[in-house]
């Protein structure tokens, strides 16, 4: 049975990931700076590799005997004075170059859906970089291509609290966010296959104001959408462009050039937005 190594272990997506290969009982460990948080994920030591990814020191033979790294690293927030490149792009090669000495026969990236249009954003020049890198290398690779996840709608939610959800446009521009938990089961099934790219969705395709109805209708709130017009985004991001670091515009810019264009997947999973909404909700209360 194959030995899966997971960088990004503690987020979203990679805390699912472990969840998912210890349900499957597939042989894993994972990094992490400090191993407290994969122990309260039911990780024991053996399983643990405590290590920076962004020093390449620290990784030095740490993933010696593993199969297949799976990365799920990088930032949406910049923070500890670290940069896109630092972390999206450096970081990984960091992985790769030592998943490279170590043996590992293949590499899993999780990037963005649509991340090779969008490389005039910050944040994915630096994801589509390595991406570049990771084909030229000589190991198999899946580069996984999600278009957006359930957490990320959150600030529909957060908009929905105050009584009213804004969307530039006409908000008829369509997506489908997946859940965590259905992503780490595609990524774990993708293991045995040969396929290098994997966009994937979840199972609703939805307009920007169909979510942002649900947002409301989850706060138990009347349906108030703003429709703002489409100069006042481009106007908010050239500005920050021009009068902000990319630290502060870099996820800004981000969320308003996915916001603006259709971000549809091949569908997959069982959960829904609706319901993720309301538990949301619930469990904020």
Do not use: C
């Not at 630096?126 to 190991?139: T, Y």
């Not at 990524?187 to 939805?206: A, Y």
């Amino acid at each position: 049975m194959k030995k899966i190594v997971i960088a990004g272990a503690t987020g979203y997506l990679g805390s699912h990931l472990v969840k998912e290969l210890q349900r499957m009982e597939i042989p894993i460990q994972a990094i992490a700076r400090k191993g407290k948080r994969l122990r309260d994920q039911g990780l024991n030591p053996e399983q643990i590799i405590e290590a920076e990814v962004t020093d390449p020191a620290t990784l030095s033979g740490k993933l010696n005997g593993a199969d297949v790294l799976i990365s799920t690293v990088g930032i949406t927030r910049q923070k500890d004075g670290l940069t896109y490149m630092d972390v999206d792009f450096q970081a990984n090669m960091n992985l790769l170059e030592e998943a490279k000495k170590a043996g590992i026969k293949k590499f899993i990236y999780v990037s963005v859906i649509n991340g090779e249009k969008m490389r005039h954003l910050k944040i994915m020049e630096a994801k589509e970089r390595f991406v570049d890198e990771l084909k030229a290398s000589d190991l198999e690779y899946t580069i996984v291509r999600p278009n957006g996840f359930f957490s990320d709608m959150k600030d529909f939610l957060i908009m929905a609290k105050s009584g009213r959800v804004y969307l530039f446009g006409s908000g008829n521009y369509k997506l489908n966010p997946i859940h965590g938990e259905d992503l780490a089961k595609a990524i774990v099934e993708s293991l045995e296959t040969s396929e290098q790219e994997l966009m994937i969705g979840g199972p609703d395709i939805l307009t920007q104001n169909e979510i942002a109805e649900m947002a409301l209708k989850a706060q138990m709130k009347p349906i108030k959408i703003v429709h703002l017009p489409d100069w006042m985004r481009k106007t908010i991001m050239k500005s920050m462009r021009m009068f902000t670091s990319s630290k502060t515009y870099g996820p800004i810019e981000f969320f308003m050039t996915m916001m603006a264009q259709d971000n549809i997947a091949p569908r997959y999973g069982i959960h829904r937005l609706r319901a993720y909404f309301i538990s949301e909700v619930d469990r904020l209360k």
